[in-house]
Every structure is written in structure tokens, then in C-alpha cells.
């Protein structure tokens, strides 16, 4: 049974067992788009996609089925090589302020304003910190398929345009590493703006 199988199965639950890590091929190839109309099989692994984002958030459940938290999962990361990501990013409070399963992901327009987080970025994927600023768009206007087949286009700033980012970067087999400094992972680019 390949992964997709597995995955879509009613009443299966995915876990850290199913994300692939760093060194797995799947992670650095360029992910294929995915037919419209969406298949029945890959709405359902974007709404499996979602459900692990919420119990990775939810600290129940993180902690029974051992999750890592995470805002973004892209289905490169569970050894699927499609252009499916789904975003889940809560407010301070924990409520959601973010929450989109996105098939075939595409960056129409961004500004030339660059943006980084603080303290970097993390991935599901890469078992280990690796310190340094990402440079991102501050914000990007995204076309894309939702989970009702709909076309939409959405513009993102800031927090939202970074995850965005990141998660459409593992469509294209890159990681958020590729993109530090490795000379001086810490250097500020003339203009970037650093979030908290
Ligand atoms: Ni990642």
C-alpha cells in the first residue's frame, strides 16, 4: 500500500510515523500539480493533512499521538509528491486565524519588501534547529484550488506569507535551509523586516 492509500484510509490518523525527514529524495523533487476537478482521494488527504495540523496544536492530542506542533504541512512531507499543502495558523489566544487546504499553490504576485522571523524558521521535516535568518516576501498574492473546488486568489502578509512560503517551497523540494546565509546565517538583508 503506498502512502496515499494508507493515508486516506477512514479512521486513520497520521503521525510523526508518516512525515519523511531530511535525505529522503521525496523532499527535494518538484512536486506534480494535481487534476481539476480534485479526486475524492486527495480531498480526503487534504482534510487528514488538516486534522493532523489541529491535533498537533491541540495539547491532548499532541502529546497522546506524540506530535511536534506544527501551521503547515505540505504532502511531499508524507512521502506524497503532490502540490497539496494545508495551513493552520492560530492567533494568540489559540483561536484560528488562518485555516485553508490549498491545491495547487501558485505565487501570482509579491512585494519586493522581504520579511524574516527572529528566531528563524522550523520544519516537521528537519529534525534539528538550524539558526538563521529566512528571507521571505512580506506579502504574496496566492492563486490556488480550495477543498470545494473552487478557484481563489488570496493575498497574505507577514506570518501568514511566511508559512505560505515555506510550505510552497516543499512543492519545489526546497528547504528552509536552503535559503540561510551559510556564511553569515544571521545577516540582515538591506530592507528585510523582522517579525517576533
Ligand atoms: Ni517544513
Redesign the pocket.
Known amino acids: 500500500m503506498d502512502a496515499l492509500e494508507k493515508i486516506i484510509q477512514d479512521h486513520y490518523v497520521i503521525t510523526m510515523k508518516d512525515i519523511i525527514f531530511e535525505g529522503h529524495k521525496i523532499l527535494r523533487l518538484v512536486a506534480e500539480e494535481v487534476e481539476n476537478p480534485i479526486t475524492p482521494e486527495l480531498l480526503t488527504l487534504g482534510e487528514q493533512m488538516m486534522t493532523f495540523l489541529k491535533n498537533s496544536q491541540d495539547p491532548k492530542m499532541a502529546e497522546e499521538l506524540e506530535l511536534r506542533g506544527g501551521v503547515?504541512l505540505?504532502a511531499p512531507?508524507l512521502n506524497i509528491s503532490k502540490r497539496i499543502l494545508a495551513i493552520l495558523i492560530p492567533d494568540e489566544e489559540g483561536n484560528v486565524q488562518f485555516e485553508e487546504i490549498m491545491y495547487n499553490p501558485k505565487i501570482i504576485a509579491h512585494s519586493a519588501q522581504e520579511v524574516c522571523l527572529k528566531s528563524g524558521e522550523g520544519?516537521?521535516?528537519?529534525e534539528r534547529e538550524v539558526p538563521g535568518f529566512v528571507s521571505r516576501y512580506k506579502r504574496v498574492t496566492v492563486m490556488y484550488i480550495n477543498h470545494d473546488n473552487k478557484e481563489k486568489t488570496i493575498k497574505l502578509k507577514d506570518h501568514q506569507a511566511i508559512v505560505l512560503q515555506?510550505?510552497l517551497?516543499?512543492l519545489n523540494g526546497v528547504?528552509?535551509f536552503d535559503r540561510i546565509n551559510e556564511k553569515d546565517p544571521w545577516e540582515i538583508k538591506e530592507g528585510m523586516e523582522i517579525l517576533d
Open positions: 503547515g505540505a512531507q520544519c516537521l521535516s528537519v515555506h510550505e517551497d516543499h528547504l528552509f
